[in-house]
């Protein structure tokens, strides 16, 4: 087959066009309005995605920083840590829970849930001291094995925050699998007041 071929069969094999009736301008006005409602619902939801990546990431990347915003956000802390920073700062450390699941037939109660994670968190050793050991433990383990992470650009406070969130993280996920409780959800923040400085 030939392209001549080819053409005259694409068009004895179009469609016949409609005329311009009323109809099929309200019809086409419809589709029109509903592609705008739906590009309006994905600017929406970007833009919502956008601003919940904001927060978390102006918090430490795990929730939004100020008890304020947290309450207004509906995220009460299960527990909170109070500690300072390495250069004497007083900051909290927080975490609240979600509700676990079945596993393998045994149900964790949720007072079961909650003291495994106290525990865990009394553990945690959150003095100066061992902040800074495990800030210069996790430099040096990101800068080994991945030279390129972002988490080495932010800056030594924010780092020392991320450091002491992900502690936290796997101290109670840590204590969750001693125990044999699996997936049990949950959020934290580390904040620290530094603006005495």
């Not at 956008?50 to 304020?68: D, F, H, I, K, Y």
């Not at 902040?131 to 094995?145: F, K, M, N, P, S």
């Amino acid at each position: 087959m030939d392209d001549s071929q080819l053409d005259s069969l694409l068009r004895d094999g179009a469609p016949a066009i409609a005329a311009r009736s009323a109809r099929l301008h309200d019809a086409l006005g419809a589709v029109g309005a509903e592609a705008r409602r739906t590009r309006a619902r994905r600017r929406s939801w970007a833009l919502t995605a956008g601003l919940t990546g904001a927060l978390m990431v102006a918090g430490t990347g795990a929730a939004v920083a100020s008890p304020e915003v947290r309450q207004w956000l509906g995220w009460e802390p299960d527990r909170t840590i109070e500690y300072l920073s390495t250069t004497g700062d007083a900051c909290t450390a927080a975490f609240r829970l979600g509700y676990q699941q079945k596993h393998n037939g045994l149900l964790h109660t949720e007072a079961e849930v909650y003291a495994v994670a106290m525990a865990a968190a009394d553990r945690l050793d959150l003095t100066p001291g061992s902040i800074a050991r495990l800030v210069a433990a996790e430099r040096a383990e990101l800068e080994t094995a991945d030279p390129e992470s972002p988490w080495l650009a932010l800056d030594p406070e924010q780092f020392e925050d991320w450091t002491v969130a992900e502690a936290l993280r796997a101290a109670l996920d840590r204590g969750f699998a001693d125990a044999g409780i699996v997936r049990v959800d949950f959020d934290l923040s580390v904040v620290c007041d530094r603006s005495g400085r």
